[in-house]
T-cell receptor
Framework: AQSVSQHNHHVILSEAASLELGCNYSYGGTVNLFWYVQYPGQHLQLLLKYFSGDPLVKGIKGFEAEFIKSKFSFNLRKPSVQWSDTAEYFCAVNAGGTSYGKLTFGQGTILTVHP | DTGVSQDPRHKITKRGQNVTFRCDPISEHNRLYWYRQTLGQGPEFLTYFQNEAQLEKSRLLSDRFSAERPKGSFSTLEIQRTEQGDSAMYLC??????????????FGSGTRLTVV
């Protein structure tokens, strides 16, 4: 069974600092990878996804993630965070080839950005 | 609003009561999923429908839980004889299968259940 691990439970940054959130998964086969964001009081929204091709994926709001197959990792990055990035971030994996798109999520990382 | 709708947004119930939640997916989406999220955790998969067929249920879905998707449109999730451990956010998501790929995976805002 696949599993997802997010290294940091809570990250606190000042505006303009760089961000990197770690995500590792355990699954030996082909995977589809996702980062979701949940702003306070809102539903989960897709930030970016990787299915195949270029392992450096760009998403919305200046976020990007790099898939490193040898490390089973899919870390999320942003060069300069804003106060509005305060939210909870979830990494998720779907076993590639699984016909129905079930997602397995990590436990989430809360990001707090101070102005 | 063309997103995934869930009703109610909040539900407080006494232990032992039955509750039912509703999810209206995006109209053209043929796949529908239920997840449960507890505080400090990511969403956990509960069950999945393709059209009206329930194709997988997680071990998390005890026999007190039942889900339906009549006619392949909206879905209901019922919890019988609720327990305090059922307190969680119940999330619905929908997507569309085109060929062998999944597109448009969209979550609803969830139903927060509190069992007292």
């Amino acid at each position: 069974a696949q599993s997802v691990s997010q290294h940091n439970h809570h990250v606190i940054l000042s505006e303009a600092a760089s961000l990197e959130l770690g995500c590792n998964y355990s699954y030996g086969g082909t995977v589809n990878l996702f980062w979701y964001v949940q702003y306070p009081g809102q539903h989960l929204q897709l930030l970016l996804k990787y299915f195949s091709g270029d392992p450096l994926v760009k998403g919305i709001k200046g976020f990007e993630a790099e898939f490193i197959k040898s490390k089973f990792s899919f870390n999320l990055r942003k060069p300069s965070v804003q106060w509005s990035d305060t939210a909870e971030y979830f990494c998720a994996v779907n076993a590639g080839g699984t016909s129905y798109g079930k997602l397995t999520f990590g436990q989430g990382t809360i990001l707090t950005v101070h102005p | 609003d063309t997103g995934v709708s869930q009703d109610p947004r909040h539900k407080i119930t006494k232990r032992g009561q039955n509750v039912t939640f509703r999810c209206d997916p995006i109209s053209e989406h043929n796949r529908l999923y239920w997840y449960r999220q507890t505080l400090g955790q990511g969403p956990e998969f509960l069950t999945y429908f393709q059209n009206e067929a329930q194709l997988e249920k997680s071990r998390l879905l005890s026999d007190r839980f039942s889900a339906e998707r009549p006619k392949g449109s909206f879905s209901t999730l019922e919890i019988q004889r609720t327990e305090q451990g059922d307190s969680a956010m119940y999330l619905c998501a929908s997507s569309i299968l085109q060929g062998r790929s999944t597109y448009g995976y969209t979550f609803g805002s969830g139903t927060r259940l509190t069992v007292v």
